[in-house]
């Protein structure tokens, strides 16, 4: 993805762990070491913590700089036919600061005279964002799924206009202006089971509708106004080259999409830039899942090839309720992709039964078994099946690029994927490892990787 920042190294950057938000550099797995790098690690708060807090501070006021308010009012105003508004002044403000921005976002409230409200949605800037072009992708991918959403009855905010980041944006960076939908981020473990029920059964609502729009391709939207599917809008399935950008996608068959996207995991734990700690357990684990694809790509066997949108961060947060838990919305779309229906209408990760799903148990949760009732009470056994059966596909996609960091929670993880396709029950991690050494004792990254630690 990038080179490392430390001076004149031209090894590529570890993905996330390289990318140090304190002195805003990307580094290589070698320079990461604490004879070169000396940001405290967030494990240690009490050093972390104040130093992030002033990180933060320095990058937003760096953004905030560059946004032209005026020039925003002026084109909001100009979209509602020269009615009036305004932009409260902007300033960083450590005290408000969750109310404007999510991990990747700022936002900012534009108010008009008659009493409506929008907001402009921005790209933060640091280390762990994407490369401009990348950013540049996902914004319009993401400008394109809620233009698509529009034409259904999901609910989901109005974009008005959006702008990327170029010389010729007079706004100063890229934003989307859309409508501020009312209500409030649901959060699903302080909801009491009445409150629960009501969200699922309108959340069952949206998986019917959400049905009625086939694509013939698994990828993202990337053309506002018209339904094309493009490239996956996705961080983990993009590889930079000398610079450019290689997306992935689109594809014709889960089969390919899966084979693709673990050959590039596998590619980029050979470069260093994945997996960097733990490079061959990482390696023969991916390797493994790649045997899988045939058994997860015949979980989908259809003859129609049928895909559908999928929204990429479906923990409960992006959906917003009033306070009698009507759904009021459904937002951050952003690296949303079609997926085929097992996927797609699988139950969504907030529904998950955490502890129990991280030990390794397969059975559905509570939240999940009511969610597939609801939706056979609607007369969608088809729909409802896709969750029934969902565990494999839930514990493929977990699997797949997880962060070994958190080692416990994956064995957990990967022993349910293996009880749930039935291959080595019950053998620990450290007799698998090395069965899967002598299994893939003729794989040539397996080798390379190997041979590279001898000589360590
Ligand atoms: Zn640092
Ligand atoms: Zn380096």
């Known amino acids: 993805m990038r080179t490392c920042d430390f001076a004149s190294c031209q090894k590529p950057a570890v993905r996330t762990l390289g ?171 302080i909801a009491n089971q009445d409150q629960r029920r009501k969200v699922m059964n309108q959340l069952a609502n949206t998986f019917i509708e959400l049905r009625k729009y086939p694509f013939n391709l698994l990828g993202s939207l990337d053309r506002p106004g018209d339904f094309h599917i493009g490239a996956f809008a996705r961080e983990s399935l993009t590889d930079f080259t000398q610079a450019e950008m290689r997306t992935m996608g689109p594809f014709s068959s889960l089969e390919d999409y899966h084979k693709s996207s673990l050959r590039l995991i596998l590619d980029l734990i050979i470069r260093g830039e994945l997996y960097s700690q733990q490079p061959v357990d990482a390696y023969l684990i991916h390797r493994f899942l790649v045997d899988l694809v045939p058994s997860m790509s015949s979980l989908s066997a259809q003859d129609d090839q049928q895909y559908y949108l999928k929204h990429a961060d479906d923990k409960g947060d992006h959906i917003l309720v009033d306070e009698d838990f009507n759904i009021t919305g459904i937002i951050d779309w952003e690296w949303a992709h079609t997926a085929p229906p097992t996927h797609a209408f699988n139950s969504p990760i907030g529904l998950l039964p955490v502890a129990d799903f991280y030990n390794g148990a397969n059975s559905l949760g509570d939240d999940e078994t009511t969610f597939a009732r609801l939706l056979e009470g609607k007369g969608c056994q088809e729909l409802a099946d896709f969750v029934w059966n969902g565990r494999l596909q839930h514990r493929f996609t977990f699997c797949c690029d997880y962060d070994l960091a958190d080692w416990n929670g994956f064995l957990g993880l990967f022993q349910g994927l293996r009880d749930a396709v039935k291959v080595d029950h019950g053998v620990g991690w450290d007799d698998r490892r090395i069965t899967a050494l002598h299994r893939y004792k003729e794989d040539d990254g397996l080798l390379l990787l190997l041979s590279r630690r001898r000589n360590d």
């Open 19 to 189: 990318d140090c938000v304190l002195c805003n550099r990307h580094l290589c797995s070698h320079h990461l070491q604490h004879a070169f790098h000396t940001c405290p690690k967030w494990e240690d708060a009490d050093a972390y913590d104040p130093a992030a807090r002033e990180a933060e501070a320095r990058e937003l006021t760096e953004l905030i700089d560059k946004i032209n308010t005026p020039a925003l009012a002026s084109r909001a105003s100009h979209l509602r036919g020269g009615m009036p508004c305004s932009i409260p002044p902007l300033f960083y403000d450590r005290a408000t600061r969750s109310s404007v921005m999510g991990g990747m976002n700022y936002h900012i409230e534009v108010c008009f005279d008659d009493g409506v409200k929008w907001f402009a949605r921005m790209r933060r800037f640091n280390a762990t964002s994407p490369p401009a072009a990348l950013r540049d992708y996902t914004m319009q991918c993401e400008v394109a799924t809620l233009k698509f959403l529009e034409e259904t009855n999901i609910p989901t905010p109005k974009v008005f206009d959006f702008a990327l980041d170029h010389a010729g944006n007079t706004v100063g960076v890229g934003y989307i202006l859309m409508e501020k939908l009312p209500g409030k981020s649901l959060r699903w473990s």
